[in-house]
């Protein structure tokens, strides 16, 4: 038996260490997956496109690269990430510059194919050494900051893009896979001043999200929709940004291909008209468009909104003042169902002029919802300070059905149960107790001593009685002392024994121990 003992305590050793060592290799695995830029120049001094490269290519799908907190790094070239998977990129608060004016197509970040892909905390500066207003040069107009093209769901957070000569972000096809479209793409929380074209230029996309980033001085157009031949942009947010001066119009939506479903709502533009175009080419049609809650303090000459065969929009809750008499804040060619009202324009200018039939669509007034890409609006696409109470393993946490009404009920309001509807859930889930409360006890109460008190019964004594004159009888309505005296008055009275206790209400007087007999006289005060 002791030897059976040696023998299973020996095995059970052995086994426990296998599975240490086992382990061992898994968790280097996952170390693996962050990548630090530890080793490479984040001086600027020298350039680094070859060296960012190689860390991009080693960092595994589903890693993480993250450079040195605010470091600089010099890229004269382009970092391209192909078909990657669940990568993230992050700046750490560093940045990367071009040192040299470089070609005319180069980017400093091209991302091609893939999903999942996030970019946050990082700063990217172009080689324009005087973007802005006057900035635009036709020879490197496609130099942009960040290239995307035929992604499925990239997020771009807290990064700032500036001094380009070309567009901010350049959305894209991918053309060497048949123009795989770009899907999902959520840019937010970002800064981005002086370039050398457009703010961002989408020619092939749909779910787009554009939301609490600022612009500044742009050569060109601050969100531009043009998509060409067999092309598409579908279902675009444009919503609560600041936008300060550029040229040209604050949303384009040129190009020869179909452009639908854009949400401009509750941007703050300063310095800038409200321009909003929509010009559908001859012989196409566009639909669902909203302009909504929308503010600027530049005046506009003439309509700064305009739609060209255009099928369904909403305009209102805008405030643009336009400072021709008598034109009007929208104006229409070939168009219906454009709904324009309640917007805030200077005295004497209308709301709508053009061009514009009933063709009964069914656009809502107000914009839909925008959608849920690249981890926008899930509990954990921004992690919080402190994490969430866990979530209780009991059948309370479900969710509560629908309340139904059952027959008989006599309130509106208040649904009537009918035995068929879970208990509620609680509010909030509350942390487990794990220390004994062996100190908590209830203390000790001494039970009230009942005290004998007399029975009583009050009702309203009746205004008038065949037992009285027709002239009445007035009680006492302040006294409350016992009567001393009682009269019989002649006649039939009530059967019962009444002391006055105020004006109108009688008491029925009776002892705590004992009921008296009836007495049949009425006490009354003469």
Not at 137 to 154: H, R, S
Not at 283 to 309: H, I, K, L, S
Not at 339 to 347: D, F, G, K, L, Q
Not at 353 to 358: I, K, L, V
Request: net charge neutral; aromatic share 4%.
């Amino acid at each position: 038996m002791a030897r059976l003992r040696t023998f299973v305590a020996a095995t059970w050793v052995v086994m426990t260490i296998a599975g240490l060592v086992a382990a061992v290799p898994a968790v280097t695995t996952l170390a693996s997956t962050a990548q630090d830029a530890g080793g490479i120049d984040a001086s600027g001094a020298t350039d680094v496109t070859v060296e960012l490269q190689a860390l991009f290519d080693r960092t595994p799908d589903g890693g993480t690269v993250r450079l040195a907190r605010g470091g600089s790094y010099r890229v004269d070239g382009t970092i391209l990430l192909r078909d990657r998977r669940n990568l993230v990129i992050d700046g750490n608060g560093a940045r990367i510059f071009a040192g040299t004016t470089g070609e005319p197509v180069r980017n400093q970040f091209q991302i091609r194919g893939g999903s999942g892909i996030k970019v946050r905390n990082l700063e990217i500066k172009g080689a324009h050494p005087h973007g802005g207003l006057d900035g635009y040069v036709p020879e490197f107009e496609f130099q942009a900051g960040i290239t995307i093209a035929g992604v499925t769901d990239i997020e771009i957070d807290r990064v700032n893009i500036h001094d380009t000569y070309g567009d901010f972000i350049f959305i894209d096809r991918l053309k060497e896979r048949d123009d795989q479209d770009t899907v999902g793409v959520w840019i937010h929380d970002s800064t981005f001043a002086r370039n050398g074209r457009q703010g961002i230029a989408v020619i092939d996309g749909r779910d787009i999200v554009i939301e609490r980033n600022r612009f500044t001085d742009l050569a060109r157009g601050t969100v531009d929709l043009e998509p060409a031949g067999e092309l598409a942009v579908e279902n675009v947010h444009i919503i609560d940004n600041q936008v300060g001066p550029g040229q040209l119009l604050f949303v384009p939506m040129a190009g020869g291909a179909p452009v639908n479903r854009v949400v401009i709502a509750r941007n703050q533009l300063h310095g800038r008209v409200l321009s909003v175009s929509a010009k559908t080419p001859e012989g196409q049609r566009r639909r669902g468009f909203w302009v909504v809650d929308n503010t600027t303090d530049a005046p506009a000459n003439g309509p700064p909104v305009e739609f060209f065969r255009v099928d369904g929009a909403s305009v209102h809750g805008n405030r643009q003042p336009v400072t021709a008499e008598g034109r009007a804040l929208v104006t229409t060619t070939d168009t219906c169902d454009i709904a324009v009202r309640e917007n805030n324009v200077a005295p004497g200018t209308r709301q709508l002029e053009g061009q514009n039939r009933t063709c009964n669509l069914a656009v809502s007034w107000e914009p839909p919802e925008p959608p849920a890409v690249a981890g926008r609006g899930q509990v954990n696409a921004a992690p919080s300070p402190t994490s969430p109470p866990p979530t209780p393993k009991t059948d309370d946490s479900n969710p509560i059905p629908t309340l139904t009404l059952s027959a008989g009920n006599s309130s509106r309001m208040i649904p009537k149960l009918s035995g068929k509807t879970a208990p509620p859930a609680p509010a909030i889930a509350r942390e487990t107790i794990s220390v004994p409360m062996f100190h908590a006890k209830a203390p000790p109460t001494v039970p009230t001593r009942k005290i004998e008190s007399a029975t009583t019964s009050i009702r309203s004594l009746p205004y008038w009685s065949p037992s009285l004159p027709m002239s009445g009888v007035a009680t006492e309505a302040v006294s409350r002392n016992a009567v001393s005296t009682q009269v019989a008055h002649a006649g039939v009275v009530s059967n019962s024994c009444w002391n006055v206790v105020s004006a109108g209400k009688t008491m029925v007087c009776c002892s705590a121990n004992a009921v008296p007999a009836i007495v049949r006289m009425a006490s009354v005060r003469l």
